[in-house]
């Protein structure tokens, strides 16, 4: 399979974080995804700018931040500039998306876009041929371990069928298990952010559990 699999780095052990960087990326993942939270868009906080810049200096593999603040072109350079390779914003907390979307691109990163549960993909067609990534939320965000939420499937459904015209990647955050895993990608998703649902917490290790999704 060669979907995009992308380690949910809030899920990780900041005991070691650099050693958990080494590890994923020595199992094969793609995508480093980094979930940044400001605890007022989403009631929690997770990682920051330090830990980029930590996990950039442990891989050269991508690394996206997925900004879950209020205003998320305020901060978009800082996290550029800490080594984020793409940049996700919410158009729900973001009053110049169209603006912040180009800025990512003129920043020299790839532009994304992440959606809420109850943001329809109609309210984001004008933006679609700004974004290289589109995130669908299958979950409320801010925690990792939350259940699927069904109607999203929809989205995923319709994202597929516009993402060839404007040229970007559909990619899954939340509750990605392997079933998930094996129903969007039947479905046509590009990528998966893996969370507690799939990587982090298991008796396995993560070399062995990517091997299995990959199959
Ligand atoms: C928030 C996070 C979570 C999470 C996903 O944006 O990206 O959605 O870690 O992992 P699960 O739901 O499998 O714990
Ligand atoms: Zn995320």
């Given amino acids: 399979m060669d979907k995009l699999l992308c380690p949910s780095m809030m899920c990780a052990d900041y ?4 050693n958990e960087v080494k590890m994923l990326d020595d199992a094969g993942c793609d ?8 605890g007022t868009f989403v009631p929690n906080f997770t990682m920051g700018v330090m830990d980029v810049q930590t996990i950039r200096k442990n891989t050269n593999k991508l690394i ?7 205003n998320p072109s305020t901060k978009v350079d800082w996290f550029i500039q800490s080594g ?15 603006k912040t979307l180009s800025h990512i691109r003129e920043m020299g ?25 589109v995130l669908v939320m299958t979950v409320n965000p801010g925690f990792a371990g939350q259940a699927f939420i069904d109607f999203t499937r929809k989205k995923i459904e319709q994202l597929v069928e516009l993402k060839d015209e404007f040229g970007f990647k559909v990619m899954v955050d939340g509750h990605c298990s392997q079933d ?4 969007l990608s039947h479905l046509g998703a590009d990528g998966f952010v ?7 917490g298991k ?13």
Avoid: W
Wanted: aromatic share 8%.
């Fill in 109 to 133: 990163a790839k532009a994304g876009i992440a959606i809420n549960p109850d943001t329809s993909v109609s309210s984001i067609s004008e933006i679609l041929n700004l974004c290289d990534y």
């Fill in 180 to 183: 998930v895993i094996e129903d």
């Fill in 15 to 18: 005991g070691c974080l650099a």
């Fill in 194 to 200: 893996l969370g507690s649902s799939a990587l982090f």
């Fill in 84 to 98: 984020a390779d793409i940049i996700y914003i919410h158009p729900e907390s973001e009053r110049y998306v169209v």
């Fill in 31 to 38: 995508i480093f995804h980094c979930d940044i939270m400001d």
């Fill in 64 to 70: 996206d931040c997925h900004l879950m603040m209020e």
């Fill in 203 to 215: 008796e396995k290790t993560y070399k062995q559990l990517i091997n299995e999704l990959r199959q």
